[in-house]
């Protein structure tokens, strides 16, 4: 993966560490980007959900870094508007997010967060404003193109 900008690399250790906080492992696919990179701004930003024409284009990849782009302090802030297993892992240029499954069967799975359909004031998140991406996160950075193509 080419990136425009990163923050990398990551800590083992300290990665793990997050782990345990969250009390779930990560994908390896994830782990690996964010060891690598830990987050940041790809040359490629476009991308379409699994099976469709339609997509979005990405802003950025969180990381564990100060400022916005903070990956424990989004997963904190909005936590409690998209299913509990998932992670933001991204957001798009409109200010949805990218998920990924970390827990159950769909785990590894990568899905956009439509913040224009979300849950209203006393429901419970669901899958409802989730729509596929990708089936892996190496599929989903895999899956980026210039918004060209």
């Known amino acids: 993966m080419n990136m425009e900008k990163h923050y990398g690399p990551l800590n083992e250790e300290f990665l793990l560490c997050i782990e345990q906080f969250w009390q779930f492992g990560l994908p390896k696919d994830y782990k690996i980007f964010l060891l690598k990179f830990n987050g940041g701004v790809p040359k490629k930003t476009a991308f379409n959900f699994k099976g469709k024409q339609e997509g979005s284009v990405l802003d950025s990849f969180y990381g564990i870094v100060r400022g916005n782009d903070n990956i424990l302090l ?25 998920l990924l499954s970390v827990k159950g069967p769909d785990r590894g799975k990568v899905y956009f967060w439509d913040h224009e359909m979300e849950a209203g004031e006393g429901e419970e998140p669901s899958y409802d404003n989730l729509t596929l991406i990708a089936d892996s996160f190496d599929e989903f950075i895999n899956s980026l193109h210039d918004m060209k193509e």
């Open 74 to 98: 989004v997963a904190k802030d909005i936590g409690h508007r998209y299913p509990s297993t998932m992670l933001p892992i991204a957001d798009d240029v409109f200010g949805n997010r990218i």
